[in-house]
Structures are given as structure tokens and as C-alpha cells.
């Protein structure tokens, strides 16, 4: 079926049916997709499996969360620990800047401040964090375009008590 502008349902329908058409236009957009619950991988490791299932919890209490989003929050859990290992590595190593000596010719001591190269894989991994939150409606820009599922549970003021005295 093609879709038709506002301007030509106005043209084409009486005032009435043309809002009608808008109204189920607007419906069917705003819910795409059934709400579901994906299953856990089993190549997820524990920490990436509670951070699957705190994101799904956020995800699930919104109305935004689909079957199709389990790809993404794999993703997302793998990224989160191994962003977590990378900054655990490079504070062992000695922070963001490594500070390495050597003799020079005249057998004087010179300091060489170095950035440490995981702080650029650090970097790339917040990158591509950010990147999965915005496809899932997790940043504020992006919160707008994500549209409620079909059979989505709807936010009351208990299930947000609720959520809140989870154990973690």
C-alpha cells in the first residue's frame, strides 16, 4: 500500500477521513514492531549477561524492547566489559600517560611522556558504545525516535517503584 502526504489525503478525502488516515498512519508508526523479550546468548559471560538484562530491564520498562534488539545488547554487554578490562589494564599500566626514562649521550637521565596506547582502544570502545545506545533510543537525542511497541507494558508509578528495589 502507498503511503500518501497529509496535503493529498486532504485533497483526495473529506476532512474527517483524512484525519482518520493520519490517525492510523500515526498508529502504525508509533507501533512498529510486538514487544518481546530476547533470549540471553549462551557465549555471554556472567558480568555480559547481567548487563544484557539490566539494558533489556530499561528497555522493557520504556516499551521499546523487541525480540530483534538481542543482537544489539550481545553487543553492547561485550562492549561494556571489554571497556571495563581495557581501563582496568591501562591504570595497572600506569594510567593514560606512561612515563618511561632513558641516558642520553652525556649519560643525563631524560623522562619520555608517552600516551598510553590503550587509551585509544578505550576511546574506540566508548565510541562504539555510544553509537549502540543510540540505536537503541538510550541517549537523549535519539529517545524520541524510538516508538512504543505493540503490547508494550505501559509505565505506572508502582512498576517504577518496583524497578527501582530490584536486587542487582
Given at each position: 500500500?502507498?503511503?500518501?502526504?497529509?496535503?493529498?489525503?486532504?485533497?483526495?478525502?473529506?476532512?474527517?477521513?483524512?484525519?482518520?488516515?493520519?490517525?492510523?498512519?500515526?498508529?502504525?508508526?508509533?507501533?512498529?514492531?510486538?514487544?518481546?523479550?530476547?533470549?540471553?546468548?549462551?557465549?555471554?559471560?556472567?558480568?555480559?549477561?547481567?548487563?544484557?538484562?539490566?539494558?533489556?530491564?530499561?528497555?522493557?520498562?520504556?516499551g521499546t524492547l523487541t525480540v530483534?534488539?538481542?543482537?544489539?545488547?550481545?553487543?553492547?554487554?561485550?562492549?561494556?566489559?571489554?571497556?571495563?578490562?581495557?581501563?582496568?589494564?591501562?591504570?595497572?599500566?600506569?594510567?593514560?600517560?606512561?612515563?618511561?626514562?632513558?641516558?642520553?649521550?652525556?649519560?643525563?637521565?631524560?623522562?619520555?611522556?608517552?600516551?598510553?596506547?590503550?587509551?585509544?582502544?578505550?576511546?574506540?570502545?566508548?565510541?562504539?558504545?555510544?553509537?549502540?545506545?543510540?540505536?537503541?533510543?538510550?541517549?537523549?537525542?535519539?529517545?524520541?525516535?524510538?516508538?512504543?511497541?505493540?503490547?508494550?507494558?505501559?509505565?505506572?508509578?508502582?512498576?517504577?517503584?518496583?524497578?527501582?528495589?530490584?536486587?542487582?
Amino acid at each position: 500500500m502507498q503511503q500518501i502526504s497529509d496535503d493529498e489525503a486532504r485533497l483526495h478525502y473529506s476532512p474527517a477521513e483524512a484525519q482518520k488516515k493520519a490517525n492510523q498512519r500515526a498508529t502504525k508508526d508509533a507501533e512498529r514492531h510486538d514487544a518481546g523479550r530476547p533470549d540471553v546468548p549462551a557465549y555471554l559471560t556472567e558480568d555480559e549477561v547481567q548487563i544484557f538484562n539490566a539494558t533489556a530491564d530499561v528497555l522493557e520498562a520504556r516499551g521499546t524492547l523487541t525480540v530483534g534488539d538481542g543482537p544489539l545488547l550481545a553487543l553492547y554487554a561485550q562492549a561494556c566489559t571489554a571497556l571495563r578490562a581495557e581501563k582496568q589494564r591501562m591504570e595497572e599500566e600506569g594510567g593514560r600517560v606512561i612515563i618511561t626514562s632513558r641516558l642520553d649521550r652525556h649519560e643525563r637521565e631524560i623522562r619520555i611522556h608517552a600516551v598510553n596506547p590503550r587509551a585509544t582502544v578505550v576511546k574506540d570502545i566508548e565510541n562504539q558504545i555510544v553509537l549502540m545506545l543510540r540505536e537503541l533510543g538510550m541517549t537523549p537525542l535519539r529517545r524520541d525516535r524510538v516508538g512504543k511497541t505493540r503490547g508494550a507494558k505501559r509505565l505506572t508509578l508502582e512498576s517504577l517503584l518496583d524497578f527501582s528495589r530490584r536486587p542487582s
